[in-house]
Nanobody, 117 residues
Framework: QVRLVESGGGLVQPGGSLRLSCVAS????????MRWYRQSPGKEREWVAT???????????VYANSVKGRFTVSRDNTKNTVYLQMNSLKPEDTAVYYC???????WGQGTQVTVSS
């Protein structure tokens, strides 16, 4: 059974930074692409970023246009963990952030990020 646990969310001022973590278990982590999504009340869940597996030892990142240049996704396969470093945060980044296993469709419980002055 796949389990994903997100952490690192909180309250931050506009322009600030936050780093999210997602620890995975129940799968051979290095063999799976991992994704980050976010969802605000009344809105559909939105894809944020993906980091691939495959031939690239540390994965390759892909980003939604809304976060490109501000967010960085990375992974540490020795710790079964994927990260989302969020810089230059804006109020519109406020959402619950979820990690997801691309191939299986499994989700974590989410972590709340609030950007407000």
């Amino acid at each position: 059974q796949v389990r994903l646990v997100e952490s690192g969310g909180g309250l931050v001022q506009p322009g600030g930074s936050l780093r999210l973590s997602c620890v995975a278990s129940g799968l051979t982590f290095s063999g799976y692409a991992m994704r980050w999504y976010r969802q605000s009340p009344g809105k559909e869940r939105e894809w944020v970023a993906t980091i691939t597996s495959g031939i690239y030892p540390d994965g390759r990142p892909v980003y939604a246009n809304s976060v490109k240049g501000r967010f960085t996704v990375s992974r540490d396969n020795t710790k079964n963990t994927v990260y989302l470093q969020m810089n230059s945060l804006k109020p519109e980044d406020t959402a619950v952030y979820y990690c997801n296993v691309e191939r299986t469709g499994d989700w974590g419980q989410g972590t709340q990020v609030t950007v407000s002055s």
